[in-house]
């Protein structure tokens, strides 16, 4: 399983400066971590940042995790897709997903209606064109007639963040895996595994990359680490998606699937979630700046010693 790391944009409740976000994936692929993820918030545009940070870090993986498709029609988010992948040199991982009702209408005041059929005709028109092919596309919300003219780049990958049975076989037909957050063991084994590996080998397609991320604290007081998870992810409880994967996985709320405890019961709930068929875990280092550095520096040796080896 590879081990990669969902970057903290704001050490200590302040915004991180871009030189300061090269300054830690630096460290990360010093360290020998396999991927770096940013989620895109209401900060920095995480495209942008990766090419910038990407160009000043060799080696390491690069994940948007992930890109909203609202507000970005496919050519443009093919464009800039492209151009990052080619700054980078083909190291960039294309997580995009639908975001959430209300931010989609609220925020941006665009229509979420029928969001999984959107992501088809979306994906219609943006995988064509990251390989290189052009695209003649009518759908029922989105068109598109073009071929971007740029030297041969190869495609980068691109994961959807699916949680629910129709996005889990879109992203098996016709993307290269998902990417999940608040997702346990029980839920990756029962739920996200069997559909999308299913609708892949139907598609055709490769087995598919299944990155699952979650808080993760190495402590000695796993107590007092839950009430921190609670406290400050607790707002994840009143999202849909998510809270249909905490009923899933038997969950109260995102403190029930932090990933708690000392190095070696650590170790046993990460091979729990690889025995589930997560190809990769994207760890979210929670807790004071002790626990964090311990943290960090477990995962280390789980690159080390070889677990980051099944993809």
């Keep these: ?138 759908g029922k919300r989105l068109k598109a007639q073009t071929q971007l003219s740029v030297p041969e780049t190869p495609a980068p990958s691109v994961v959807l963040a699916a949680l629910g049975e129709r996005m889990l076989r879109i992203a098996g037909s016709q993307a290269d895996g998902t990417a999940l957050w608040m997702v346990g063991p029980k839920t990756l084994r029962s739920h996200i595994v069997p559909i999308i590996t299913g609708a892949a080998r139907e598609a055709g397609r490769a087995a598919p990359r299944i990155l699952a991320g979650l808080p993760v604290c190495v402590t000695s007081d796993v107590a007092a680490a839950r009430e921190r998870a609670a406290r400050g992810l607790g707002g994840y409880n009143q999202l849909p998606p998510y809270r249909a994967m905490l009923e899933r996985e038997g969950a109260d709320g995102p403190a029930d699937v932090l990933i708690a405890g000392t190095e070696d019961e650590v170790d046993r709930q990460l091979a729990e979630l690889e025995e589930a068929g997560a190809t990769d875990f994207l760890g979210a280092p929670l807790g004071s700046r002790e626990e964090h550095l311990r943290t960090l520096a477990f995962l280390r040796t789980k690159v080390a010693d070889g677990r980051g080896t099944t993809v």
Aim: aromatic share 6%; no cysteine.
């Design 1 to 138: 399983m590879r081990i990669g790391i969902n970057t903290n944009a704001s050490p200590g409740g302040r915004p991180a400066t871009v030189d300061q976000m090269i300054e830690q994936v630096a460290g990360l692929a010093e360290q020998g971590f396999d991927t770096a993820a940013f989620a895109q918030l209401s900060g920095f545009d995480v495209l942008t940042l990766i090419a910038v940070i990407g160009r000043a870090v060799p080696r390491i993986e690069l994940e948007t995790a992930v890109v909203p498709i609202y507000g970005r029609h496919p050519i443009v988010l093919a464009q800039q897709a492209v151009t990052v992948q080619a700054e980078i040199g083909g190291r960039l991982l294309l997580g995009i997903g639908l975001s959430h009702k209300p931010v989609v209408e609220q925020r941006w005041g665009l229509s979420f209606e029928r969001p999984a059929e959107y992501m088809q005709e979306y994906l219609a028109i943006l995988q064509p064109l990251l390989h290189g092919q052009p695209v003649d596309y009518s």
